[in-house]
């Protein structure tokens, strides 16, 4: 099923009305590949997305709900939703290979060569008055011969021996006919994440507000994520993998787990009768939450909205570069402190990032020079955001030209994208 959450249209009736939301977040990775709950609210009357898939008010057959409730009108079911079609597409009958496509027209020639011959036979037969039968009976045995009888299993015994030599390789052939298709590949299609990349998130770096390396930040970052008793995402695993500080000096008091709404988490802990709290999460919302920001020396100093564009940029800039981060802010509390919540999440003191990436495969880069020398031409289709994308081809060597996202896909008609593909 398909749903909306805005609107709600009464029979006989032209008004439409609104549907509530709260808290909604659910999870599409089945649909989209995207690996973080994305929320869903009601939008204004007259809004229009670039797809489905990115549309804040709509939901998806198939998806799963993370946390929140909200109530929606069914607008589209069965085969119509996203997933129906999709449905559909992995039951399809794949098209012939080009290998198939070339041994059905070899086999039609070769039938109609067959067919040609026996009636010319016939036709010779009768013009010089020899027995029907006769005539027939060495029209068919002409045909019979004429039939390469051995010609498929002669054709399987060749890719067979082919798929073998593949395997020497590491090469498993699912189906024998793409054998061919590999041979006469001229243009590669190919998946970003876990195909050029190694889908291992890493922590890079922490650096401090003014992007210089912190073993203060680092120290506050894993600390967060090693108190923190909710489930922990792959940033955090790539937090705790690194250089393991010695948590025994340390005494967790109390946390406010991680919400989807809020795209953060704050854990209260104590040490030397000194207790902090740190708050860890979205590095825009970290940043906006905060009233002071630590400087190099240590010191704090209040964090105007001139000195606020300073870790934004800083942000943008990582971002372009292709690295995920994290944002990180402390407070201290007092030694009475036994207790945190939701409205504790404010004033705090900016004191940094944690910079992450996930990193290309080794192998990446020399297999895309290795089929540029031979001439293939690669196209990588990737559901990541453009500029993460371009940054991987810049490490990899590779020049990814043009690039069509998906709201430009959306309004290309067939023979206008077939103009585009070329160069894109």
């Keep these: 099923m398909i749903a909306r959450t805005p609107k709600c249209r009464r029979a006989g009736s032209r008004r439409w009305h609104s549907i509530g939301c709260t808290r909604f977040f659910f999870n599409q990775a089945m649909l989209t590949g995207e690996a973080f709950p994305v929320e869903k609210q009601p939008s204004e009357q007259g809004e229009t997305a670039d797809g489905i898939n990115v549309a804040v008010d709509t939901v998806l057959a198939g998806t799963c709900v993370i946390s929140g409730s909200a109530t929606f009108l069914p607008c589209l079911t069965g085969r119509r939703t996203t997933l129906g079609k999709l449905a559909d597409t992995l039951i399809a009958k794949p098209p012939h290979t080009s290998f198939e496509s070339g041994l059905r027209n070899f086999s039609m020639m070769i039938l109609r060569l067959t067919a040609v011959l026996v009636l010319l036979v016939m ?22 011969g004429l ?44 998946d970003k994440t876990g195909t050029l990349t190694q889908v291992r998130i ?10 210089n390396p912190s073993d203060r930040v680092f120290q506050l970052v894993w600390l967060n994520s090693h108190f923190e008793s909710g489930l922990k995402s792959p940033l955090d695993d790539a937090i705790l993998a690194n250089t393991a500080i010695d948590p025994t000096h340390w005494t967790k008091i109390d946390e406010v787990p991680f919400g989807f709404e809020r795209q953060r988490v704050s854990v209260l802990i104590e040490r030397d009768m000194v207790r902090t709290l740190i708050v860890k999460g979205a590095p825009e919302d970290i940043i906006r939450i905060s009233t002071h920001i630590e400087r190099g020396d240590g010191t704090a100093g209040e964090l105007t909205d001139e000195l606020r564009a300073g870790p934004i940029a800083r942000f943008n800039d ?44 080794p192998s990446a880069g020399p297999a895309l020079s290795a089929l540029s020398a031979v001439g293939v031409t690669v196209k990588i289709l990737t559901g990541d955001n453009e500029q ?7 490490k990899l060597g590779f020049d990814p030209g043009q690039v069509i996202n998906g709201a430009k896909l959306t309004v290309l008609s067939p023979e206008a994208l077939l103009g585009k593909l070329p160069e894109t």
């Design 202 to 211: 890493e922590l890079t770096k922490s650096i401090d507000a003014s992007s």
């Design 318 to 361: 990582f971002s372009v570069q292709g690295f995920r981060l994290l944002g990180f802010g402390s407070r201290q509390e007092p030694e009475n402190q036994a207790t945190v919540a939701l409205g504790d999440e404010a004033q705090f003191t900016f004191v940094g990032f944690a910079i992450f990436l996930d990193p290309p495969k």
């Design 147 to 190: 039939t390469p009888e051995l010609l498929p299993m002669i054709m399987t015994i060749t890719l067979v021996r082919g798929a073998v030599r593949l395997s020497r390789s590491h090469v498993i052939v699912e189906r024998l006919p793409a054998i061919h298709n590999l041979g006469a590949m001229d243009v590669l299609c190919t």
């Design 123 to 144: 036709a010779k037969s009768m013009v010089f008055h020899r027995p029907r039968i006769e005539s027939l009976v060495f029209a068919l045995a002409l045909a019979v």
């Design 388 to 394: 993460v994308s371009r940054s991987l081809c810049a």
